[in-house]
């Protein structure tokens, strides 16, 4: 295993609630990335960081916020949750940015009724 | 954003048979990334590309970085059934080398 674990794995909120996904990593690399996945959609990103305190915008960032304070978490909170939130979030980790090794998390299965 | 155009969306085919997939972007990539995934887990690295028109081999699978760095291809030769899942497109784009942006993947289905 590539030591990215992401928490919950499952989520039933619901509408106008905070939510925060959990991404951890054990590997100390720098890049972090938070996807959501979708049918017909592929991957698309939402928040990256290239550092402790560095965080950029994917292109479906609006409605999302993150934070990484440290670097082994990657925090994505949904400040009040939608129902077009729902989705399967993906993290992701990588040493640099033009490194192979970009391993993925297992998903976090998020349902907003 | 970049957008990556992956295709075809899905393909049936026999076992045995060869499987060519692309991806096509309007801008240029640094790098070329495929994946696949399963059903219920995240995408695994298959293939990694850094030169335009590197040809690179793992097993089965053959992937190419396009000459124009704006295009990939992969290839899988002789199908066999764990080979059914959906398989990804990736890349660093030249403006905004730090994100890792993918296209919307390919799903693949084999008939034994």
């Known amino acids: 295993d590539a030591g990215i674990t992401q928490s919950p794995r499952h989520k039933v909120t619901e509408t106008g609630t905070p939510v925060t996904l959990r991404c951890h990593q054990t590997e100390n690399h720098r890049y972090m990335y938070w996807y959501r996945q979708d049918p017909g959609h592929g991957l698309r990103l939402i928040h990256y960081s290239y550092g402790v305190k560095d965080t950029d915008k994917g292109e479906v960032s609006d409605g999302y916020s993150v934070s990484r304070s440290k670097t082994e978490d990657f925090l994505l909170t949904l400040e009040s949750a939608t129902s077009s939130q729902t989705s399967v979030y993906f993290c992701a980790i990588s040493r640099t940015e033009m490194n192979t090794e970009a391993f993925f998390g297992q998903g976090t299965r998020l349902t907003v009724v | 954003g970049q957008q990556l155009n992956q295709s075809p969306q899905s393909m049936f085919i026999q076992e045995g048979e060869d499987v060519s997939m692309n991806c096509t972007s309007s801008s240029i990539f640094n790098t070329w990334l495929w994946y696949k995934q399963d059903p219920g887990e995240g995408p695994v690295l298959l293939i990694a590309l850094y030169k335009a028109g590197e040809l690179t081999s793992n097993g089965r699978l053959t992937a190419q970085f396009g000459i124009t760095r704006k295009d990939s291809f992969l290839n899988i030769s002789a199908s066999i059934p764990s080979d059914v899942g959906i398989y990804f497109c990736?890349?660093?784009?030249?403006?905004?080398?730090?994100?890792?942006?993918f296209g919307q993947g390919t799903r693949l289905t084999i008939n034994p």
């Open positions: 990736a890349g660093h784009p030249i403006q905004g080398a730090q994100k890792l942006v």
